[in-house]
């Protein structure tokens, strides 16, 4: 059976690509979107992830960080400040951290 990954993930490979973290940064994605029930789970995920560290990690307009941050679908409420603690998004979002600290 083979997996369909996110909408988002297809979104932002590209782009997230050009990072020099982002060959890295986009296995532990599709490797977090293969323990999701569904594409559009993972979609959520992905995103929240992603717009979360993009918006602290990003070094200007022309990282591609900024630009993947940019181009995911998540509009956080006003009071939003970080994925839920220990949620799937979280644990992500801390191995992409990770991924950028090397």
Known sequence: MSRTYSETLRDIAATLAEHEHG???LR???DEERTADT???AGWITAEAVYYVASRWHRGQRCPLYSAGCLVRFDPGPLWRRPE???VAAYLATDL????RR
């Open 85 to 87: 603690p220990r949620s």
């Open 97 to 100: 951290i990770r991924i950028l």
């Open 28 to 30: 532990a994605i599709a």
């Open 23 to 25: 060959a890295e940064m």
């Open 39 to 41: 594409p559009e789970e």
